[in-house]
């Protein structure tokens, strides 16, 4: 079992910075495949990042790209996700994802609200 909880979120100006963290707690992550989603008021659950445990190969939504940074530190299982150059597009609710490569089970955290003021 996997177990996550996010912080970091906030209110921010448009342009700003966030650092949203992902604190992990479980056996092994070894074979899991790490992310981040967000969902908007009246919009679904969309991809923003994601990041292999092992070989920190990284993803990224076209929407982030340039502007997000997506990272980990193994000896801590924590993920990060650096948000830059923030826009009200941006806001949303943002969840830390865990999903096991073997059997696409989904763990989820209780997400953390992001808010962009334009």
């Known amino acids: 079992q996997v177990q996550l909880v996010e912080s970091g979120g906030g209110l921010v100006q448009t342009g700003g910075s966030l650092r949203l963290s992902c604190a992990a707690s479980?056996?092994?992550?070894?074979?899991?495949?790490w992310g981040w989603f967000r969902q908007a008021p009246g919009k679904e659950r969309e991809f923003v990042a994601r990041?292999?445990?092992?070989?920190?190969?990284?993803a990224y939504a076209d929407s982030v790209k340039g502007r997000f940074t997506i990272s980990r530190d193994n000896a801590k299982s924590t993920m990060t996700l650096q948000m830059n150059s923030l826009k009200p597009e941006d806001t949303a609710v943002y969840y830390c994802?865990?999903?096991?490569?073997?059997?696409?089970?989904?763990?989820w955290g209780q997400g953390t609200q992001v808010t962009v003021a334009s």
């Open positions: 994802n865990a999903r096991r490569t073997s059997t696409v089970d989904d763990y």
């Open positions: 479980g056996r092994t992550f070894s074979n899991y495949v």
């Open positions: 990041i292999s445990w092992i070989g920190g190969s990284t």
